[in-house]
């Protein structure tokens, strides 16, 4: 299994930025899709970013081109860097690992291990 474990949330003013981390650890997960799936209060589930075991990104429209997601494999270690936040992107986000090494998933079901969440607030 994969082991997930994320961090660096925080509140932040409309505007700001932030910088979310999550350590990987796990048999192979070098070769998972790892992404970051939000869910604000009253809202559904959202994948908002991955990044294929080869490096493709993927996003979702509501954070295209202002979230970048990365991944550093000598650190064991998956960001979102957060830019020009806005209230709607208050939510609990998650690391999150799919057994897939091309394509990420567009909808949170399709991952299979999850981090604790780490809450962001945008006010």
């Known amino acids: 299994q994969v082991q997930l474990v994320e961090s660096g949330g925080g509140s932040v003013q409309p505007g700001g930025s932030l910088k979310l981390s999550c350590s990987a650890t796990g048999y192979n997960y070098r070769s998972y899709c790892l992404g970051w799936v939000r869910q604000g209060p009253g809202e559904e589930r959202e994948a908002v970013a991955g990044?294929?075991?080869?490096?493709?990104?993927d996003y979702a429209d509501s954070v295209k081109g202002r979230f970048t997601v990365s991944k550093d494999d000598a650190k064991n270690t998956l960001y979102l860097q957060m830019n020009s936040l806005k209230p709607e992107d208050t939510a609990m986000y998650y690391c999150?690992?799919?057994?897939?090494?091309?394509?990420?998933?567009?909808?949170?079901?399709?991952?299979?291990?999850w981090g604790q969440g780490t809450q962001v607030t945008v006010s």
């Open positions: 999150a690992a799919a057994r897939q090494n091309l394509n990420c998933p567009r909808t949170s079901t399709g991952y299979d291990y």
């Open positions: 990044i294929s075991s080869i490096g493709d990104t």
